[in-house]
């Protein structure tokens, strides 16, 4: 479970005030699958602090500040950190929190570090099916047009519907004794499901989690470090800015681009569309113009490319969702 001296003192109210959804929480399902689609929907995820060559800052009240008070948003460790706080502390869930390797592109599930921060989430009085607390896995700092809009109880081989999307939970062998989960999506565009990411169970720290940040925000071999990343969930499409390149995915899989002219029309993008206003004096487009999408902008907030054969192997054959 959580831990710290930041935690007794969590503004749930300047939370509500950001993401909704009214009304007095309570620490049941219901109640997380609503702040955790809210989240999802009202808090872009942007890179702008790492590419300022700033590690972002993971404490209460610097959260706090940037993600409710101003319009800005944040990456995978912002999102989750601050959802953390609000379930654990202010509302009453257990959570603990394992640590992902991103997979897509990967050629087996291990060649990838674990950089991905997710929760489990307990709630409380809450059977599953064999009698025991069945936690949810929760994420709202997956950074890709895939991510996860609420939360999948951690049972294999089902596909829940989430606010639209199907995300089966796949056990994959591995070395070691923990089960190795990997939630899948289904890409509708091209009929085919991916392996998002995959997790054992055990719990890490928030500062085993500053370490990854610092890595993240500031290695000159990190991505995150080296180009503009911008992403906004709405209830019908998806916005990607990758560097210059803007995307638009809509529920049908259906998707249109285009490429902006300058740093003006960026700002200017990240304002309207994504609800982030930049530093002032940023530069924020990186690359030439006319050149081809980086590897952000193809599969989401990690890695390039499609899942190799060990990949596949973990799935359970399944036909295309209706």
Same mark, same amino acid.
Request: hydrophobic share 40%; glycine share 10%.
């Given at each position: ?8 003192? +969590?503004?749930? @109210? ?5 993401? !909704? ?12 699958? @609503?702040? %955790?689609? /809210?989240? =999802? ?5 942007? #890179? ?9 800052? *993971? ?5 706090? /500040? ?15 950190? *601050? ?22 592109? &990967?050629?087996? +599930? ?11 989430? %307990? ?32 049972? =294999? #081989?089902?596909?829940?519907? @989430? ?15 923990p089960e190795l989960w ?15 990411? /995959? +997790? ?8 085993? +989690? ?17 180009? *503009? ?9 998806? *916005? ?29 993008v990240l304002s309207e ?7 002032? !004096?940023? &530069? ?12 952000? !902008? ?5 890695? =390039? ?18």
């Open positions: 479970m959580s831990e710290g001296p930041d935690l007794p003192s +969590f503004d749930l @109210a300047a939370c509500r005030g950001r993401i !909704g959804p009214s009304g007095e929480p309570r620490p049941d399902a219901e109640t997380l699958r @609503a702040v %955790h689609l /809210a989240h =999802a929907l009202a808090i872009s995820f942007e #890179n702008l602090d790492p590419l300022l060559g700033v590690a972002p800052g *993971l404490g209460r009240e610097e959260l706090s /500040a940037k993600l409710l008070g101003w319009r800005r948003g944040g990456y995978c460790y912002e999102h989750d950190t *601050l959802f953390d706080w609000a379930l654990e502390a202010a509302i009453g869930y257990p959570v603990t929190r394992p640590a992902a390797r991103v997979v897509p592109g &990967a050629e087996r +599930f291990t060649s990838r570090p674990r950089t991905q921060m997710d929760l489990l989430v %307990h709630v409380p009085g809450e059977a599953g099916a064999a009698g025991t607390d069945t936690p949810y896995l929760v994420d709202v700092g997956f950074g890709a047009v895939t991510t996860v809009l609420e939360p999948l109880p951690l049972v =294999a #081989n089902r596909e829940p519907e @989430a606010a639209g999307r199907r995300h089966p939970l796949v056990r994959a062998p591995h070395d070691g004794p990997v939630p899948e999506t289904y890409l509708v565009g091209k009929g085919e499901w991916q392996a998002q990411y /995959a +997790f054992t169970v055990e719990p890490f720290g928030h500062q085993d +989690f500053e370490v990854v940040n610092w890595f993240i925000a500031t290695s000159p071999r990190s991505l995150f470090s080296r180009r *503009l990343y911008a992403q906004r969930t709405a209830a019908d499409h998806h *916005l990607v800015l990758d560097d210059r390149r803007l995307s638009v995915t809509n529920a049908d899989g259906t998707a249109t681009e285009r490429e902006l002219v300058d740093d003006a029309e960026a700002r200017r569309d994504f609800g982030i206003t930049a530093p002032d !004096g940023m &530069a924020l487009l990186l690359r030439p113009p006319g050149d081809g999408p980086g590897a952000l !902008g193809r599969t989401g907030s990690s890695a =390039a490319g499609a899942g190799t054969d060990i990949v596949r192997r973990a799935r359970v054959r399944r036909q295309p969702p209706d």
